[in-house]
């Protein structure tokens, strides 16, 4: 089992969010995963240019690395998205690799993976965000087991840590878990088939132009 983690932080795994993040990666190594923790300030993902080629072509001619990062997520059995709290929303690092996965959205070409979300802030707002992400999820196509969010306490540190952390670790094994039993999650799926049935009419509309993802949804129903 393959989990790829992805931390928007600027800090890295320096910062509060690395903290939290480091109990949850924990979790899913004593459930016997292999990990991949990705750094997003540690490598060039440039903000969408919305010139539609990954809707025509398939992948996206920015020169950085995005690409490989979406090659991960798509050999992946589950992901975990980890982010501070900035203005609201997640970082500028994390928008960033957001905006560009417009084509995997497009194409709900995460369907049938699980991810489990992680956020940290210096003055609440933690289900807020924590709430964004879980959407971005579902666009995505896939399901979000949970998500684990506190305000600090301190550099490092968080209020009621022992539980915080204990929850985190729960959070990281219930992903791995849920990959194993290949759980349903009712709730999501509502919103998530009506997203998907959404991006299937609207490639619908502009399949003329938006050449490859017309024969991809062609191909799925096929």
């Known amino acids: 089992m393959k989990i790829i983690v992805i931390n928007g932080s600027p800090r890295g795994m320096k910062g509060m969010t690395g903290r939290l993040l480091e109990e949850v990666v924990a979790g899913v190594s004593q459930a016997g995963a292999e990990v991949e923790t990705v750094l997003l300030n540690d490598i060039t993902i440039k903000p ?6 990954c809707h025509k072509i398939g ?11 979406k090659k991960k997520l798509l050999e992946a059995d589950g992901f975990v998205l980890a982010s501070p709290n900035y203005i609201f929303s997640v ?7 957001f905006d560009r996965c417009c084509g995997i ?10 991810a489990a979300l992680v956020e940290t802030s210096g003055g609440g707002g933690d289900d ?12 995505l196509g896939a ?18 840590q022992d539980t915080l952390f204990a929850k985190a670790q729960g959070l990281g094994q219930d992903l791995c878990a849920a990959i194993k039993e290949k759980r349903v999650f009712p709730e999501q799926e509502e919103a998530r088939l009506a997203f998907k049935a959404r ?24």
């Open 105 to 114: 959205i497009h194409c709900h070409e995460l369907e049938g993976k699980y």
């Open 199 to 222: 991006m299937e009419q609207l490639i619908g509309y502009m399949g003329e132009v938006w050449t490859y993802e017309k024969e991809f949804w062609v191909s799925r129903n096929r």
């Open 48 to 53: 969408c240019t919305a010139c539609d080629a």
């Open 143 to 160: 399901v979000t087991v949970g998500g684990v969010g506190s305000v600090g306490a301190g550099w490092r540190t968080f209020p009621e």
């Open 59 to 69: 992948h996206c001619p920015v020169q950085d690395d995005f690409e490989p990062l």
């Open 128 to 139: 807020e965000v924590l709430g964004y992400m879980s959407r971005f999820v579902t666009s």
């Open 91 to 97: 970082t500028a690092q994390m928008k960033a690799f």
